[in-house]
């Protein structure tokens, strides 16, 4: 019974990473190791528990109802474990962490440096990228997603937020005719980020609301891209605080309608609710909540 048990808490961990290479990473064994036990099981069940492509795996009716009680099981057993073990109360474990590459210059790396050393024993993998990572698929416990956040079965927490501000070079503004209101925009060249809308809503101090297109030929997938462009002359666009204290700071970049207010970016913390680790993934989150700014 005790080899069945790991072998269906094996299977669950395949299906929670959402391939074999995944589970193995996380439990530390051989890819084809972690694929022989879930073979075994099928065959000692009887049943298919998972359709195997090239690309992914999904499960049978037989494998859902079998993770589902899984999920179950695990969730008890660590319950259990937290109620007895006297170690429970120090973190351990490992977690994989996922955020915007534009996180690594804000003010929420020193919230992540504090959470390290204040919990020595827990591992994080952090990795920074403006490809949006798939959560399950990519073997993240969590992510941090800037922007304004999506429905999903994930669960989320919010941690912060940072402001925008609609910048160009002095080179460029001053080519144009200087702008009372975002419509004066519309024939101005815009740098666009790939992961946002191609209109910009503005709000102005009295609180009116307006939105702006604008054209573009230059689409790019980072932050610091578009602020490199910025800077060439490209045109006009809408970048962290960040980003645009740097450009105001070196002379690079100048505000182009202060008095208009973008809409700031939401951060948020995201996480599967089918977390194996569930208490040091909370753990980490709750971290965030009381101490993310970006």
Not at 181 to 198: G, H, K, N, V, Y
């Amino acid at each position: 019974m005790i080899e069945k048990l790991r072998s269906i808490a094996i299977f669950a961990t395949v299906v929670d990473q959402g391939s074999f290479r995944g589970a193995a990473q996380h439990l530390g064994l051989a890819p084809s190791r972690v694929s022989e036990v879930v073979s075994q099981l099928e065959a000692e069940l009887g049943v298919t528990l998972l359709y195997r492509t090239t690309r992914q795996l999904s499960l049978t009716h037989e494998g859902r109802l079998l993770h589902q009680k899984a999920q179950d099981m695990l969730a008890a057993a660590e319950l259990g474990l937290d109620q007895i073990s006297p170690t429970s109360r120090v973190p351990t474990g490992s977690l994989r962490v996922s955020a915007p590459a534009f996180i690594s210059q804000t003010r929420l790396m020193e919230t992540f440096a504090i959470f390290a050393r204040e919990h020595p024993q827990v591992d994080i993998d952090f990795q920074f990228s403006d490809r949006r990572a798939d959560i399950i698929k990519d073997g993240f416990d969590i992510a941090i997603r800037a922007g304004w956040l999506e429905d999903s079965e994930l669960l989320s927490r919010t941690i912060g937020n940072t402001d925008r501000f609609l910048v160009a070079s002095p080179e460029y503004a001053g080519s144009r005719t200087v702008p009372r209101q975002p419509s004066d925009l519309e024939d101005w060249d815009w740098i666009r980020f790939a992961m946002r809308p191609d209109q910009t809503d503005m709000t102005s101090n009295d609180g009116t609301v307006a939105s702006v297109v604008g054209t573009s030929n230059v689409t790019v997938n980072s932050a610091e891209a578009l602020y490199e462009f910025a800077v060439r002359g490209l045109g006009v666009t809408a970048i962290p605080e960040h980003l645009a204290c740097r450009g105001f700071d070196r002379g690079d970049l100048v505000h182009v309608l202060p008095e208009w207010k973008l809409q700031p970016l939401g951060l948020y913390a995201v996480w599967p609710n089918q977390s194996r680790r569930e208490n040091l993934t909370t753990l980490f989150v709750r971290f965030l909540v009381g101490n993310g700014k970006a």
